[in-house]
């Protein structure tokens, strides 16, 4: 570990030893193969990152045609009739916001963080050379650019109406083209990815810790991830079966879920939300898990309660798996409803075991106002906001009035795009100088993540009170009452794109002329920090060694250390340069 | 899958008791371990997938418990579906014995066994498609809106609910043997390489592997066949 290459690539010749991970190995087309062929981690990481990043974009652009659809009570766009807008009618925003929560979920949020992030930094901060099964790893990302085609031809072959859930029977019932089939198909596939990263991940936190790591001392994230990744595992398998079946019955018409057939719609939903809402948490926990990163070491602080912390998130996992009824109040027998209800407000427990953990970490941290950490303190400002609403359309009487309403589509995106997303981009900054080896616009970054918040609050905020006065969701009309809410909404949307498009700005920019970035730019603890930015091809010269905890702060780090200050010194006395 | 280095080195240097394992790991035991681990991992999906199906039978009959009274004996034999079990069984115990010849590097043994599972795979498959499903097809007792069979069951005839029973049996077995499939060629993989000298005692996770698999999915018939064609 004494060689860590400086900040100063240019001062010393590197031989291919030390060359970063992406080092090129030929001309173009070696490249691209060397890529494509990769079973590298963080090649395979990047490469989700980019395909995330894409569906990113799809989804919100359709989005923004959501949005733009609601601009006015009417079906048009601008007053527009004559059909220029394809999504100006009731079938074509219809597939507008299917597309939209489809590829959201399926395609971008669930493999989000833990395939792009946690594919690049699990083994790093385990001090491992690579995942437990790398193959399996890029066997994995195929699958997800295999099931993403699918997803896509659906569109193509004229889009998909049901909306992200299925819902029979109007999903096994007017399928032209086998729009249906495609779209289920793709989920169903984008679900062994899911499924082989989950596995690999859970291998690799048992099997491939550095030396001296124990449980206890790996970092959050890791947790986090690994919770994630044992719900991956045991819960998509149901999805697996769902969409399966119902692709048959689009295919067979075979009675399992269609009642045309004596099948039975609500065992459909049963079996979607066994899945879908642990699938929730597949999304939050790795975010959560980026928050415990954040706040540590953007605050310098030794993060508080870190075994409450750890466990809540396999408490978060366990407790999921119970609560899917609380979808159905409105279409389950009471009994059932009543007991789902109680169920769900268990899990807000230990969300809010974390949620108070961290405030207690920030209490007199060096808070360090650098983008990861605006974006951790966003997190917690919406996350707790979607997370009291949860628990108000948990409570029985009270989800009979909100259910399918904006509130709830208010409620959902506070949490998935308040909390996932502010995670996700919180992590993002704060990983991309280690990997990518540069360093990106501080300020532009910050004004990127004001627009943000700002945008998002505009856009979603104003959604609890349409729901509340009883706007329901999935329609692309409404009264005029509501014009005004609507209308503040979409203007924030534009806000909230104007903001992700600055964040892309920022990178693009840092990638092709950033600083070059020191190994360790925030003054991290975890092993990840020991490695090069960007790493080496095997990450660490020589097998680290775990000599303090990942949050050690009050003891590893001297007083009065500015983050610049960093890497720390080695315990020999000798800078680590 | 993996490309498998030939192995040229003589009697000594047999694939296994060279084999190194991947960069990535210290040792052979821990890349052994994780793969196992692994593949219960897997396994534990397969489960649960397959749950479904004993899910929506619990279900369906529960909500129509017409369609299902006496469907077992309307439609299915119930002695095919025990000798597919006993063939099944068998494989199963071949399988167990190939995993032990691996680990004591008897390599014809486990050759011979393999290929005998396999056989018995093939034997699975052959009864279901020629003695059930090829005769129903004919018969039309064929799930949902195909389901042309003219006399029905039960009391409630001629029933949109009739083919209720024939949905799940279908979907499921055929999910079931597709999994059979799969394992066939698994054994063949794992037979080709016994052939040629790559499992002994210092190395046969592969073997391990597919054993574990076919075990389950022989596990999976356990708990189908009574289901579909025995309880009344
Ligand atoms: C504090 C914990 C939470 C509680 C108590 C809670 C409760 C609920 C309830 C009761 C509903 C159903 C409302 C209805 O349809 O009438 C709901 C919907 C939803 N929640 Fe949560 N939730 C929590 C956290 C989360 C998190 C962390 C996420 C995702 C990251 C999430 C995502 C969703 C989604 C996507 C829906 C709507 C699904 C749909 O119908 O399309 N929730 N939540
Ligand atoms: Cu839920």
Redesign the pocket.
Known sequence: MTTIPADTAGAHGHDDHDAPYYASKGGFFVNVWDWMTTIDHKKIGVMYLFAVMAAFALGGAAAILVRLELFQPAVTVGGDTSGMWPFSTNLGYNKAFTLH?AVM?FLF?IPSIPAALGNFMLPLMLGAKDVAFPRLNLFSWYIYVIGSIFAIVSILLGGVDT???FYTPYSVSFDQYGRVIAMTLAVFILGFSSIFTGMNFVVTVHKLRAPGMGWFDMPLFIWAIYATAIIQVLATPVLGITVLLLTIENVFKIGIFNPMYGGDPVLYQHFF?FY??P???I??LP?MGIMSELIAVHARKKIFGYKLVAFSSLGIAAISFI?WG?????AQGELASAIF?GL??L??IP??IKVFNWTATLYKGSIALTTPMVYALIFLFL?SI??????????LSV?MH????Y???A???Y??MG??VMAFLGGIHHWWPKMFGKMYNERWALFGAGLVFIGFNMTFFTQFFLGTLGMP?RYATYVDEFTTLHQISTIGSWILAAGMLIHLAVFVTSLFGGKKAPPNPWGGLSLEWEAASPPIEHNFHHEPVVRHGPYDFDDAVPPHTEPGEFPLPAPDGKAKH | MTSIPTNSGGAKGEYWETYKHQPHWRNNEDEFEAAKLGMWLFLATELLLFSGFFCAYFVLRMFYPEAFRGASQEYLNWKIGAINTAVLLISSWNVAVAVRAAQLGQKMILAFNVFFASLCGIAFLVIKLALEYYPKYQAGEIPGALFTFPGGHGEYLPSAYDPIFLSVYWVSTATHGFHVLIGVFLLWWIGWRALKGHFGPKHYTAVENVGLYWHVVDLIWIFLFPLLYLVP
Do not use: E, K
């Open positions: 929560g979920v949020i909306g992200w859930t939300w879908s809402h699938a929730v948490y999304m939050i975010g609560v609380h979808h159905m109040f409105t209800s769900t407000f899990v807000a969300s809010a996350f979607g997370g009291l609403t949860g628990l108000f359309l948990g409570s989800d909100l259910h399918d309403t509130f709830v589509v409620h959902f995106h949490v998935m909390g996932t969701r």
